[in-house]
């Protein structure tokens, strides 16, 4: 059987993102399996309010302003060639979604 291995990555260092995603890609294609991507949504900006004190909410700081960057990728193969290329340890600030399809032959 055929799948399609979405990897979904997301950070807010985009340096490190990038590093990772290119080890991913450069990996896979050195095993022969079919890569599309990296794609590279625009990035999400987050704010979050700093209160000046917890019993007085009117007082505050500027909102703290944080961005977070994603990439996607899909890789396609079989179950073992993309379990190698995906078998690598990612850092602590990144993120990982996985979604596995599993594409069958159609019976002719």
């Known amino acids: ?9 997301r950070s807010g260092d985009r340096n490190s993102l990038d590093k990772i995603v290119g ?12 890569v599309r991507g990296p794609h590279t949504p625009p990035p999400q900006t987050y704010r979050a309010p700093q209160y000046k004190r917890l019993d007085d909410i009117e007082r505050k700081f500027p909102p703290w302003e944080y961005n977070v960057y994603e990439r996607w990728i899909e890789i396609s193969g079989h179950d073992a060639s993309v379990r190698r290329v995906t078998d690598i340890e990612f850092p602590k600030g990144i993120h990982v979604e996985v979604e596995v399809l599993q594409v069958g032959l159609k019976n002719s």
């Not at 059987?1 to 990555?9: A, Y």
């Not at 991913?24 to 022969?32: F, L, N, Q, T």
């Open 23 to 34: 080890d991913i890609k450069h990996s896979a294609e050195k095993k022969g399996v079919r």
């Open 1 to 9: 059987m055929t799948f399609v291995t979405r990897l979904t990555l």
